[in-house]
């Protein structure tokens, strides 16, 4: 998280850790992406310069600027206090985490359906902590898309290859989707997926055992679903609670869907972190 008291403030993140993280690829190609200080736009090349906007002018609806200038202002993330993990598996399943910590966590799924154009820009300048479980066919297929989310501040974990219910199923095919997709996800971005997402949440022991073999330390379901602006709880107080799990996908409306969880978690007096910082 960062350091600074409010979480609307630009990151300043310096440029060269971010050209390196972008570099990350398996063929070794190097998709290089300039983000200066104080500019926060990602795109492939440096953007021309632009007038400074009227200090008294709002932001057209719907746009960049607007979705900024509608999130709420956080209060610090305190230090993350890992969760202890066994030291053997099968893999730890949650539906939330197992933390006291005034922190909630922000996940997006699938990534085949639709991934609107302003999300990483709005990570970005937002400064907001996601996770992607990603199917591996869609990473593979639009691999910048997700790389720019990640050099925003996303990382990337596992979400199968076929996007198929698991339970039931032999440990074999658990093992083919799991260690497959985690497979390709670590050739793409240069790092082994260490949590995994079961399609549709469903799930079963050999499921939690394969995903351990696969390199998975926890699987997560989730505790909100957020679609088309609206936070829909499972829980009858209708409150995002400490360590609690959003659930939204890559579909079109996902810009409202994460503008609605900053709200929601900042009604809870609580502030969005990253769940890898607490499975380690």
């Given at each position: 998280?960062?350091?600074?008291p409010?979480r609307?403030?630009?990151?300043?993140?310096?440029?060269?850790?971010?050209?390196?993280l972008?570099?990350?690829?398996?063929?070794?190609?190097?998709?290089?992406?300039?983000?200066?200080?104080?500019?926060?736009?990602l795109?492939?090349?440096?953007?021309?310069?632009?007038?400074?906007?009227?200090?008294?002018?709002?932001p057209?609806?719907?746009?960049?600027?607007?979705y900024?200038?509608?999130?709420?202002?956080?209060?610090?993330?305190?230090?993350p206090?890992?969760?202890?993990?066994?030291?053997?598996g099968?893999?730890?399943?949650?539906?939330?985490?197992?933390?006291?910590?005034?922190?909630?966590?922000?996940?997006?799924?699938?990534?085949?359906?639709?991934?609107?154009?302003e999300?990483?820009?709005?990570?970005?300048?937002?400064?907001i902590?996601?996770?992607?479980?990603?199917?591996s066919?869609a990473?593979?297929?639009?691999?910048?898309?997700?790389?720019?989310?990640?050099?925003?501040?996303?990382?990337?974990?596992?979400?199968?290859?076929t996007?198929?219910?698991?339970?039931?199923?032999s440990?074999?095919?658990?093992?083919h989707?799991?260690?497959?997709?985690?497979?390709?996800?670590q050739?793409?971005?240069?790092?082994?997926?260490?949590?995994?997402?079961?399609?549709?949440?469903?799930h079963?022991?050999?499921?939690?055992?394969?995903?351990?073999?696969?390199?998975?330390?926890?699987?997560?379901?989730?505790?909100?679903?957020?679609?088309?602006g609206?936070?829909?709880?499972?829980?009858?107080?209708?409150v995002?609670?400490?360590?609690?799990?959003?659930?939204?996908?890559f579909?079109?409306?996902?810009m409202d869907?994460?503008?609605a969880?900053?709200?929601?978690i900042?009604?809870?007096?609580?502030?969005?972190?990253?769940?890898?910082d607490?499975?380690r």
């Amino acid at each position: 998280m960062s350091a600074t008291p409010a979480r609307r403030i630009l990151a300043v993140v310096p440029v060269l850790a971010l050209l390196v993280l972008s570099a990350c690829t398996a063929g070794g190609t190097v998709h290089a992406r300039q983000i200066t200080v104080g500019q926060p736009a990602l795109s492939a090349a440096p953007a021309a310069p632009s007038a400074s906007p009227s200090p008294t002018a709002k932001p057209t609806p719907g746009s960049l600027d607007w979705y900024v200038s509608q999130v709420p202002t956080f209060p610090e993330a305190p230090p993350p206090q890992p969760v202890p993990l066994p030291a053997t598996g099968p893999a730890q399943f949650w539906h939330r985490l197992p933390t006291d910590q005034k922190v909630a966590f922000i996940t997006i799924d699938d990534g085949g359906l639709a991934r609107p154009p302003e999300v990483a820009d709005f990570v970005w300048r937002a400064h907001i902590p996601v996770t992607m479980f990603l199917n591996s066919p869609a990473a593979e297929e639009h691999t910048d898309y997700f790389r720019q989310i990640m050099v925003a501040g996303g990382v990337v974990e596992n979400h199968t290859i076929t996007h198929t219910s698991l339970a039931g199923r032999s440990y074999d095919r658990q093992k083919h989707e799991i260690c497959g997709a985690a497979d390709k996800l670590q050739a793409l971005y240069g790092k082994r997926p260490t949590l995994f997402r079961p399609p549709f949440g469903e799930h079963d022991s050999t499921t939690l055992t394969a995903a351990y073999d696969c390199g998975a330390k926890a699987v997560f379901h989730w505790t909100e679903t957020v679609h088309e602006g609206k936070v829909r709880y499972q829980t009858p107080e209708k409150v995002v609670h400490p360590g609690d799990v959003l659930l939204m996908h890559f579909r079109p409306a996902l810009m409202d869907d994460l503008l609605a969880a900053l709200k929601a978690i900042h009604r809870a007096g609580l502030t969005p972190a990253l769940l890898e910082d607490y499975v380690r």
